[in-house]
């Protein structure tokens, strides 16, 4: 079919609106080429740009009510019975009303191209005038706030929230892809944008003082000197001054009038924690968007998708260091605002007309958190401001979660108000304990209904029994368990085989159980396995390796250790390992940033960035579209992009060639795998459980808490057994001695017993089984004893119980075995 066939079919009134066909039609007459008094990239010459602006939004707002009815789209078979009668060729119906329908979109959206360029938003800002409505003033109530037929930034941004909208809905290749990028890169847009619902939402925004107290903003820039020394090989000589100075500027006070005595180790009071709360809780807002206005409601929409889209492509030194194009002051404003929006919209009513502000105002703020859980810029208390005084008890608000995810579609979140969106969309209003408090209930909740199914029993015939031996506990794990699925949730009762071929006495109450889930995982996580490798920096993350997949058996492996650690989480095991952020933000859905690249591969990074900042021409550096990969001695050139390999990088496409390699390595050279353990992790943990969590929390689930245990709840959930009692003289002698450890050699106790080198995350009563010391008997002589011979005698530990077993104490001899354990783990071997 012709083009001017398809333009006679989207000009009738059965393919489309004629107020569609009238804004088209307004657009192309004012920009087309034909005609000869539009400047050169321009627009027509004497235009009036109030009358134009004003026109383009009536016409867009009355198609868009029609497309948000059902045009076009819910339409499709009678478009494409229109195509079918006037084309000559036959098509058949299933292909006619796709195919048809996405040409019609095409062929429309083609028209209205010219907004999308730079130099038509260049012009309208040129001639608005910008003060007309939003001046500056401090005390401008928000409903003062309209919109009218004056081109001013107002009138722009409701042009543009329109375009955002069409393109999304009839742009079949790209979505709003075209006019993000066009804002987005427009110098200062987001920028101007910003400073207008600044004045807004923050009226007297010179006066506030942000209460944080002087031990957040030290570690807060402490954080950030190390960020920024590892990021750059020569920062400038005052970087780490000029940076420090801003985290002063962010509590409103000059760096001489800060205290810097009493407040470091202080607490703040009720008082101060409100004021905080309030600073970060906007007031405007705490309705969400239905108490806004229309036009409020446009700047955000536009703002909102203007700067998600930015954030995609800066860099942490852009954000971080240059600060552009906000302050860091800024941009915990605008967070804060984000924030209260998103919150109190999930908590409240959502119109289908604030669907478009919901959805934009998510992605930024998930932009936003996410870079804030890399590198912190927001203080701790910002993401959970909004819901301090509205958030559901944790039982009530694990049940509303669990309820709404069996339910309601995932699109459906936002339109129906309940603390169950809240939890879904943005978890992190509720404080990390509570959220893993959350977690601990869905399991209960799994384990009681499938108990009510008859899934669920104790040890006896229901259990999987299975015969491992140690030598070959992967094999023989993999092959027994792996085809098991999520009957995986079901008690495991494991027989052990020496490695003389022998099988090993004892029963398995659940200790048996938990050493083989640590055994496997040492053995399977090990580099030496060749199923995972460590990450090249301090942390020494996991991280698969890209061999793995050319391993027997290689690709369900890897899906068998999800299983591991999913049944690792079902259970509350601790396994002392952690992942790297990358491969954890593929099991949680989540985008990885180019610079997570710099976790993964420092050196790579820095190559990359000294690409997108090159002054020069690019073409200097000899590259193209390839990346050289290393395999069993050989080396493979694989194409970031079909015919990559003749395709040269330059300055004009740098910064396409940067965000193709980030995404090779960052995404399609660990999909495989990370598809693989997110399979095995989702037999037993829903994986809408895990989204409570961020990366970095992922880790303290699996592995536990801080580098360092509190030794009095230690203490409170401690058994004993043997003959001794809390109250036994060798016992009290043990705490003391443990609470004047250094907290290394008190981490190094708790590896010693448990094979964990943390503590469960809400405490030791969550230790399971609960941390043991029992006393053994005494093989010397009655004559031995007295003389003390016994004392020498080196404490050991069954870490599949948790017991620490011991006769007499003395602290020499604990720190030399707790020493002995250290060496071995510091020479790698096996313990």
Known sequence: MSEMDQLKILHSSTAILPVGWALANTICLVTGDENDYVEPGGLNQGLDYDVYVHVVIILAEKLLSWLDDGGLTGKENQYAQVIAETSAEPIGKALCETETTRALKMTYVSLLRPVCQQWHLTKLLAMSKMDANINGDETLPIKTLKYSEKLDLLGIAYFYSCMLRIFAILNPTGGSLPVLNMLSFTPGFPVTLWEALENLLFPGRGDISVVNDCHTRKVSANKMDGFLNKQQKQPSKDGGKKLFNVFHKLTGKSQAGVDHGDSVHGNPSAQVDDDLHDVWDVELLRCGP??????????????????????????????????????????????????????????????????????????????????????????????????????APIAVAARTHEAMSANIKSDDALTVPSMGSVITVTPHVYPFEERVQMFREFINMDKISRKMAGELTGPGSRAVEIVVRRSHIVEDGFHQLNSLGSRLKSSIHVSFVSECGLPEAGLDYGGLSKEFLTDISKSAFSPEHGLFSQSSTSERHLIPNPTAKYLENGIQMIEFLGRVVGKALYEGILLDYSFSHVFVQKLLGRYSFLDELSTLDPELYRSLLYVKHYDGDVRDLSLDFTVTEELFGKRHVVELKPGGKDVCVSNENKMQYVHAMADYKLNRQILPFSNAFYRGVADLISPSWLKLFNASEFNQLLSGGD????????????????????????????????????????????????????APLLGFKHLQPSF???????????????????????PSASTCYNTLKQNFFMQSILILALNFLKNLLISDLVW
Request: proline share 3%; hydrophobic share 35%; net charge neutral.
């Open 772 to 794: 043991t010391i029992h006393k053994v008997s005494c093989d010397a002589s009655l004559w031995a004893t007295i003389g003390g011979q016994d004392v020498e005698r080196l």
């Open 707 to 758: 580098l360092d245990i509190d030794v009095d709840d230690l203490r409170n959930y401690t058994l004993y057994t043997g003959g001794y009692s809390e109250g036994s003289r060798t016992i009290k002698l043990f705490w003391e001695v443990i609470k004047g450890f250094e907290p290394n050699e008190r981490c190094l106790l708790l590896k010693f017993v448990t094979s964990c080198s943390r």
């Open 290 to 391: 239905q108490k806004i206005s229309r036009e409020m409601s446009c700047l955000l929409h536009l703002f909102c998708g203007t700067y998600s889209h930015l954030l995609l492509v800066l860099d942490d030194i852009e954000f971080y260091e240059k600060q552009v194009p906000f302050m860091l002051e800024q941009q915990q404003r605008i967070a804060s605002v984000l924030n209260t929006l998103a919150y109190n919209g999930l908590a409240h009513s959502i119109s289908q007309l604030d669907r478009p502000l919901m959805d934009s105002a998510i992605r930024c703020l998930h932009l936003m958190y996410e870079r804030d859980c890399r590198h912190q810029f927001c203080p701790p208390v910002l993401w959970l401001s909004p819901a301090r005084k509205g958030r």
